[in-house]
């Protein structure tokens, strides 16, 4: 709901990237009804996406996919309102995540240009709270005049020119819908990697595709408890040392074609 003009309290919107998130995007939404605006930028969804959004009073808008950066960076500047708040589609706003940011709303936003969130992931049906993916801050309420999309696709990440700080509110994180679409998305992210990497001159080296794939499981198993969370720990750490093992092949291969 749109802020009155005589309302001396800043506004924020919410800003999404989506494509092909019919089954997610609606309680995505839901838990944005506090927002004053939201804004979804698709890139040309071929199921209800679209008419998801709108039915739910987002602004929508129908754009070509030209990468995670540049496609979040466009959201975010198609806002009415300087203060942005970025989730995708297959996150959620806790409610008590979304009561810490209407009382930083309601007092003006102080002293901060942006608000790191908490963010905890379900994995094959547990919340996953070690390892890697365990408090993994997310910086996702600023202020787009001293805040950016930068980054290397696909690990998007803001800029921002100013001070900082941490909101205790969890934001609610199912990124894959099964096994077998995990597997695919570290495909694609490796190869979308692996030619990023190469276009910069970066070269793969014996040390890279030796080392640093059992470095990642130790770090991820062992050194920030992945063990803790049993055999979905010791799954995430393997495919974590996949990850890296198969971006590092991948551009050892570009190198070499």
């Known amino acids: 709901m749109e802020a009155t003009q005589t309302d001396p309290r800043p506004c924020i919107s919410a800003c999404i990237v989506t494509r092909d998130e019919e089954d997610r995007l609606g309680d995505c939404l839901a838990s944005l009804a506090w927002c004053d605006e939201i804004v979804v930028v698709d890139s040309h969804s071929t199921d209800r996406t679209r008419e998801i959004a709108a039915a739910a009073g987002a602004r929508v808008i129908e754009r070509d996919w030209p990468g995670h950066v540049?496609?979040?960076e466009f959201a975010i500047r198609e806002a009415r309102h300087d203060w942005v708040l970025c989730i995708d589609a297959d996150e959620r706003?806790?409610?008590e995540l979304a009561g810490q940011i209407t009382?930083?709303?309601d007092a003006g936003?102080?002293?901060c240009a942006g608000w790191e969130v908490p963010r905890v992931s379900s994995y094959l049906g547990r919340w996953i709270r070690h390892g890697t993916w365990y408090p993994d801050r997310k910086l996702r309420l600023f202020d787009r005049r001293r805040g950016r999309w930068s980054g290397r696709d696909p690990h998007d990440r803001v800029s921002l020119e100013g001070r900082k700080a941490r909101l205790t509110g969890e934001l609610l994180?199912?990124?894959y819908r099964s096994l077998e679409e995990h597997l695919a998305t570290i495909d694609?992210?490796?190869?979308?990697m692996a030619r990023e990497l190469h276009a910069t001159g970066r070269r793969?080296?014996?040390r890279d595709l030796v080392l640093r794939p059992p470095a990642r499981f130790l770090v991820s198993y062992v050194l920030r408890g992945g063990w803790l969370d049993g055999w979905r720990g010791l799954l995430m750490a393997s495919l974590a040392a996949h990850y890296v093992r198969l971006k590092y092949f991948?551009?050892?291969?570009l190198e070499r074609q």
């Open 93 to 95: 706003v806790s409610p």
């Open 70 to 72: 540049a496609q979040k």
């Open 204 to 206: 793969a080296r014996l």
């Open 109 to 111: 936003f102080p002293g």
């Open 188 to 192: 694609r992210y490796t190869t979308i």
């Open 103 to 105: 009382a930083l709303r």
């Open 173 to 175: 994180h199912h990124p």
């Open 250 to 253: 991948k551009l050892w291969i």
